[in-house]
């Protein structure tokens, strides 16, 4: 019986570790992502360097389970819903948002309501709202906001 509950045990641990991705020094699994929360309120340059430094990038929370994922670590690492620059911008082309690195443009964002707006004054992505299905807005990228890093698994 006991041998019977260490297996089982050990089966239910086994399961965990495939569960939660196993990330790079510095970042932190949250499902199957891995992700480093700032500190501080950076410029959109500065947050996006941080993050290239770590060896991450900007987090782009393009798929809805990425979103659920993230607004757990938002929550558990006390960032609130709104003014969070994550790596979008339309700096390129102004009305056309890109995510960063891989420069794709989006298939859909769920603007909010009256966004995007600052036409070329505003170039960053934030989230305005991550309550429910998120609302996005655009920003100044020389604002100072917090700002989620996404790393790739090891
Ligand atoms: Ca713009």
New binding site residues.
Partial sequence: MKTLAVISLCIFVTCLQQIEAACPTGSSAQGSYCFIASKSEQKYTSAWIFCKAAGCNLAVPDTTDKRTQLKSFMSSNSIVDSNVFFGSV?AIV??TWVKSPTGETWSDINWATSE?S???N??CLSVKSSTGTWEFE?KSCGSSYKFICECDAV
């Fill in positions: 339309d102004e009305g995007p600052g036409g070329s505003q170039n655009a």
